[in-house]
């Protein structure tokens, strides 16, 4: 069973900045895409970010642009998200997913992590 695993979520006051990380768990596994997306209280989950893991190709919401970076270490198979200027708009839960396709939509990301919390305060 693939598993995903989230870590780096946390408290922070706006204007700050956190990191996520993720790595699958379980057995070896790697796939050709990994992204992230999140889900705030009442809302739909949103596309964040996505990375290419061999060509290193990122793609990214449109809203976080220049706040958000995604990065990976192939070879640590980890997957990171670096958030800066975070405001408390950006509280969520954050959850990695991973597939064959660099992407926007849930439907490309078959596997997925359990989640980690953001949250920002004012």
């Known amino acids: 069973q693939v598993q995903l695993v989230e870590s780096g979520g946390g408290s922070v006051q706006a204007g700050g900045s956190l990191t996520l990380s993720c790595t699958p768990s379980?057995?070896?596994?790697?796939?050709?895409?990994m992204g992230w997306f999140r889900q705030a209280p009442g809302k739909e989950r949103d596309f964040v970010a996505a990375i290419h893991r061999y060509s290193g190709g990122s793609y990214y919401a449109d809203s976080l642009k220049g706040r958000f970076t995604i990065s990976r270490d192939n070879n640590k198979n980890m997957v990171y998200l670096q958030m800066n200027n975070l405001q408390p708009e950006d509280s969520a839960v954050y959850y990695c997913?991973?597939?064959?396709?660099?992407?926007?939509?849930?439907?490309?990301?078959?596997?997925w992590g359990q989640g980690t919390q953001v949250t920002v305060s004012s």
């Open positions: 997913a991973a597939g064959e396709v660099v992407a926007g939509t849930e439907d490309k990301y078959p596997y």
């Open positions: 379980g057995r070896t596994f790697s796939t050709a895409a």
